[in-house]
């Protein structure tokens, strides 16, 4: 979006705020956002605003300042928080404006394509061998298997930036420099760090050593070979809310029981049940966990993020699970990876 194409001046005329929205770029938009001689915001112009002034009988010669909807929602530039954007949403706004402490017009979010600003930072664990998947991954690192037109992490790290995050700590090992070659040529290169293994150290040993690189309260750790659907917004919220200390995504699965299943103490049967459906939940492998946490991981130790659950019950601390219940795929084997391809066709991961 160029912030130009959106801009106008707040003493140009209704002709030319018309003439500016039947742009091109403008075409689905229709917005405008006036601004005084100095750029700062003062409102907000649409083709409706337009539209009722003419019926009101206002001039095409006549100046926006008769126009402008000066009571518009935008968006401080160190504001981009999870509230504000529910509220924004909550109202059915499409674009939003983003200004500095002194209004001055800076940038436009839209929020078709921004899903969130999520107040977090992401680790992702890339350092795995990848063996199952041989001889694919002899030459590549799984991370970086093509899954339709781009690396499954790539696909990972492009949703996760929609919902705003803007930092990343990659874990690598295996065929390591590969993945950071990559990254280089990406225009999100700039938002990661590397963990360097020195030997495998599980699904969350390495973080230890991006303590001190880790600024923000909450951290999103992930595998980096999975291919989901997740909203990170919901997930957050979810995690927030229940005010646990670690909170992971669960995999639902239903396993029928093709026969009445009888209930039994010693050898009376006290009820039974006809052709039963029990749900079972798996990890799925995502996981919330406060900053904090980060002091219990032992240095440079084999660690899982299993270990840390058991761990944090233990201790009477709390682990919470929010249940996925659309896409969510591990591309471990073969199979998983075949059926990724055709999957990835139909999925809308960045839209």
Request: aromatic share 10%; glycine share 6%; proline share 3%.
């Amino acid at each position: 979006m160029n912030l130009q194409d959106f801009k106008i001046k707040s003493d140009r005329t209704i002709k030319q705020a018309l003439q500016q929205i039947n742009q091109d770029s403008l075409a689905k938009y229709v917005t405008l956002f006036a601004v005084d001689e100095n750029d700062k915001l003062i409102g907000t112009i649409t083709d409706g605003d337009i539209r009722r002034s003419l019926l009101n009988d206002l001039e095409l010669d006549a100046t926006l300042e008769k126009v402008i909807n000066r009571n518009c929602y935008f968006m401080y530039e160190d504001e981009k928080n999870l509230q504000k954007m529910r509220e924004i949403k909550d109202k059915s706004i499409q674009i939003i404006p983003v200004v500095s402490a002194d209004r001055t017009l800076k940038s436009i979010v839209d929020l078709r394509e921004q899903f969130s600003f999520l107040p977090i930072e992401v680790a992702i664990m890339a350092g795995g061998l990848g063996s199952r998947l041989r001889p694919l991954t002899l030459e590549t690192p799984k991370p970086l298997l093509k899954i339709g037109s781009r690396p499954v992490m790539e696909w990972n790290i492009e949703r996760l930036r929609k919902f705003g995050v803007q930092k990343f700590h990659i874990s690598i090992n295996y065929l390591g420099q590969k993945i950071k070659d990559y990254i280089a040529t990406t225009e999100y290169g700039h938002q990661v760090d590397y963990i360097e293994e020195p030997v495998p150290l599980g699904t969350i040993g390495s973080l230890k050593y991006a303590e001190k690189e880790i600024q923000r309260d909450v951290i999103l750790l992930m595998n980096s070979d999975l291919i989901t659907n997740v909203d990170y917004e919901d997930f957050y919220h979810a995690f927030i809310s229940s005010g646990a200390d670690m909170g992971l995504v669960s995999i639902p699965y239903e396993v029928k029981i093709p026969y009445a299943v009888l209930e039994t103490e010693d050898d009376v049967v006290k009820s039974f049940k006809e052709k039963p459906t029990y749900t079972y939940y798996s990890n799925g492998g995502i996981y919330f966990l406060k900053r904090s946490l980060l002091e219990m991981i032992p240095e440079g130790e084999f660690y899982n993020s299993t270990d840390l659950m058991e761990k944090l019950q233990k201790e009477g601390k709390k682990v919470m699970h929010y249940a996925h219940l659309e896409y969510w795929l591990d591309i471990g084997k073969m199979e998983d990876f075949e059926k990724a391809q055709r999957d990835i066709k139909q999925l809308k991961l960045l839209s």
